[in-house]
């Protein structure tokens, strides 16, 4: 059964930082690229940024040069660091494969930034 469980999400103030983790079944964690998306009130879902099995990384440019995404392969878990957090960062967080799968999607981390 795939399972995809986002935790670390929270209230912090802007320029502040967070670390949200995603543990994932390990029959897909092996063998797809992992992908954080968001998708604030109102707006479509995005990518946030992706890494593949073998580590190579890409981001949104929203987000390039303060959050990084990184996966360890022995506790089948990826995680996003976020730093120098804004208010247009707030969002509900998700992980799921890319390209995404929609039976993948789980519950979501909310992720506020006040101002």
């Known amino acids: 059964q795939v399972q995809l469980v986002e935790s670390g999400g929270g209230l912090v103030q802007a320029g502040g930082s967070l670390r949200l983790s995603c543990a994932a079944s390990?029959?897909?964690?092996?063998?797809?690229?992992m992908g954080w998306y968001r998708q604030a009130s109102g707006k479509q879902r995005e990518l946030v940024a992706a890494?593949?099995?073998?580590?190579?990384?890409n981001y949104a440019d929203s987000v390039k040069g303060r959050f990084t995404i990184s996966r360890d392969n022995a506790k089948n878990t990826v995680y996003l660091q976020m730093n120098s957090l804004k208010p247009e960062d707030t969002a509900v967080y998700y992980c799921?494969?890319?390209?995404?799968?929609?039976?993948?999607w789980g519950q979501g981390t909310q992720v506020t930034v006040s101002s």
């Open positions: 799921n494969i890319y390209p995404v799968r929609t039976a993948y």
């Open positions: 390990k029959i897909i964690f092996t063998i797809y690229t």
């Open positions: 890494i593949t099995v073998g580590g190579s990384t």
